[in-house]
């Protein structure tokens, strides 16, 4: 895959596995979360990595907030080494927006205390003064108005969606390249997710910021993201660019998704196996060959014998399928 | 219809809160046929899971049922005592509560919690206990090897099966859920839903369930209830509602969540907040965020008024709706 026509990447996964041993002292047994995951993420664009829970998608968001040391594998962000930049600078250009909104807001503080804190310390040029003016400003850039208003309250006079935007803020105010974003419309009401949807998009035109958008929602990955990477049992089994994954899914897994996705507009399909659609394997100790073969309609012998790996069907649109790439 | 197995009429939930009382749920009426499968869908805090809760007479202190009638099978339910209840509930009524992960006990194997439900309630023996136990987790698909497991060995889908299977132990003619799906992954929320419906088609109880997300239910639900603010805003057979939808609310909900076909377009959403619940103002509650609102909507509630069995609280056109949207 080449990257030379696109604007410089700020991000390159490369070959990134984690393995976490499991079991008492005495076992061997190690628990792949995340295999030999490649990808980059490019300036002002929104990239998603679908999967279900299980599916190693949190593992690479807690490898890039610097949370678990890959087993193998290198990053690199803005050009350094991962292992070179300094944690105060990783936190401030690639922060996190966690999941509940609920839990991971101080409720003693008012909504001021965590924007004003890290501007404090990633913006160390700015007086007293203009910390506030500029708390205020994020807090409006987020569309939590009015900004001086708003600066005063405390997390329980606020919804579930104005926390979540309340999190964007100060995920904004260390002036980030590359925010990580976990699920974080996963716990709002419907009505208010697509609120938030919106912000993401206008983060990455106005302010110029990346996102890596972490869901199981493929709808919501296709309204918000460019790219979309999907993941299945810590593998990338198919990528590209969001509109040709969804108008032409080519995985096996990537059309399970799709079917399975409640939409009132499509026909209802009644799905072969009505029951147990089966559960993304834990990939303890791995044998060769493809980790969705025992759930796959396509399976081949080869399948379950050796690894597919990605192969380029349509232009940057690559899937990890013998089935498909024949 | 087919003859209604509940009958809720004018139901009236209050909390009392130190800024006076907040009407929860607001002159609710509705009945429920045999066999039949209604969904309750709105925001958060619009009172649908006060309904399932007073319908099901769980609420405690400080909730409190102010005035309705709720007639189950004949036996209106607001006039038992706690050994009648005791006695309806799990045999006749059952309820899934919305998290599964918090609703099994992780101490007991699920054995155990299975027999529990049915000492409780039946004399069956040890022997008839187990044959019934295995009966109900194989009609959920899961492996009766799994009696002797705790709650953490299963995964998020088989935990939410297990309950349903808990509330079918004793052949209840009505299961209430409250959310059974949101935890869960979209694959593992598709299998559930064509569980339930597979069930209910064999088994013939009837089923309300309530969701924030109407799409998880547009391909199951016989029948769609849309609350608002304590308020059933609209009411009408499902495939009626999602096609030909009558109140602004309901419009703003459909066009609220992002498409996996067709083309890409920006959503609104719905702007602004719910209504607190205390002190509502005169008018029609959804006012304040409505798109079409006139002096009317300010001053006089509208009432719900059916067409054929659609029914809308709202003094405007469908067609107004459309041209007023778009």
């Known amino acids: ?326 | 219809m087919k003859s209604p197995v509940l009958q809720v009429r004018n139901l009236e939930v209050e909390y009392a809160t130190a800024k006076g009382a907040a009407k929860a749920v607001d002159r609710v009426s509705f009945d429920l046929g045999v066999g039949e499968f209604l969904a309750i869908v709105g925001e958060s805090g619009c009172g649908k899971s006060t309904l399932l809760f007073a319908i099901a007479r769980l609420l405690s202190s400080p909730a409190e049922i102010v005035a309705g009638s709720v007639i189950f099978d004949g036996v209106d339910l607001m006039a038992l005592d706690d050994e009648a209840l005791r006695q309806i509930r799990a045999r006749d009524i059952s309820v899934v509560m919305q998290s599964a992960m918090n609703a099994l006990n992780p101490t007991v194997s699920i054995r155990e919690q299975l027999a529990d439900t049915c000492k409780a309630h039946t004399d069956w023996d040890d022997a008839k206990i187990l044959e019934r136990s295995i009966e109900v987790l194989k009609m959920v698909s899961i492996d009766p090897v799994h009696l002797d497991s705790y709650a953490f060995q299963l995964s998020g889908g088989m935990r939410q099966r297990t309950m349903i299977a808990m509330a079918l132990l004793l052949n209840p003619k009505l299961v209430i859920m409250d959310e059974p799906t949101s935890a869960l992954d979209v694959v593992a929320q598709r299998s559930l839903m064509s569980q339930v419906q597979q069930l209910r088609k064999e088994l013939g109880f009837s089923v309300i369930f309530v969701t924030h997300d109407m799409n998880v239910v547009s391909h199951f639900s016989d029948r769609l209830a849309v609350m608002y603010a304590g308020q059933i805003v609209e009411i009408g057979e499902t495939r009626e509602v999602f096609d030909r939808p009558k109140h602004p609310y309901t419009f703003g909900l459909m066009e609220a969540f992002p498409a996996l076909i067709g083309e890409s377009r920006e959503l609104l959403g719905i702007p602004g907040n719910p209504p607190a619940l205390v002190n509502k103002k005169p008018g029609c509650q959804f006012a304040p965020r409505c798109t079409l609102v006139q002096e009317i909507c300010r001053q006089e509630e509208p009432p719900l008024v059916e067409e054929g069995h659609h029914g809308s609280r709202c003094f405007f056109s469908t067609d107004a709706l459309k041209q007023g949207a778009r």
């Open chain 1, 1 to 326: 895959m080449s990257n030379s026509e696109m604007n410089k990447p700020i991000l390159t996964v490369d070959k990134v596995t984690k393995v976490f041993k499991v079991g008492n002292f005495r076992s061997q047994a190690s628990l792949h979360a995340s295999d030999d995951i490649t990808f980059n993420i490019n300036e002002s664009e929104i990239v998603a990595l679908v999967g279900e829970s299980g599916s190693g998608k949190s593992t690479i968001a807690r490898i890039l907030a610097g949370i678990y040391k890959p087993t193998q594998g290198s990053i690199t962000f803005e050009g350094k080494a991962f292992g070179e930049i300094d944690k105060r600078t990783l936190r401030g250009r690639m922060p996190l927006v966690f999941q509940d909104p609920f839990s991971s807001i101080n409720p003693v503080y008012r909504v001021g205390h965590g924007i004003l804190r890290t501007l404090k310390l990633h913006r160390s040029d700015l007086s007293k003064e203009e910390r506030v003016a500029a708390a205020v400003e994020l807090l409006e850039k987020v569309g939590l108005t009015p900004g001086d208003e708003m600066l005063k309250r405390y997390p329980h006079e606020l919804s579930g969606g104005q926390r979540q935007r309340l999190g964007f803020a100060q995920a904004l105010a260390s002036n980030p390249s590359l925010i990580l974003a976990d699920e974080p419309v996963s716990m709002l009401d419907v009505s208010i997710r697509i609120g938030l949807l919106n912000l993401m998009r206008d983060l990455r035109s106005k302010e110029k910021v990346s996102i890596l958008y972490i869901t199981h929602d493929l709808a919501s990955a296709r309204y918000v993201a460019d790219r979309m990477i999907v993941l299945y049992a810590g593998k990338i089994v198919e990528e590209g660019p969001s509109e040709d994954v969804v108008a032409t899914p080519r995985h096996p897994y990537t059309k399970l998704l799709m079917s399975t996705a409640p939409d009132p507009r499509l026909p209802y399909v009644e799905l072969d196996n009505t029951g147990d659609l089966g559960e993304p394997p834990k990939v303890i100790n791995p044998e060769p060959g493809c980790r969705f073969a025992p759930r796959c309609p396509l399976v081949m012998d080869k399948c379950r014998t050796t690894d597919p790996h990605l192969q380029e069907v349509s232009i940057k649109h690559n899937v990890s399928c013998f089935a498909v790439s024949q």
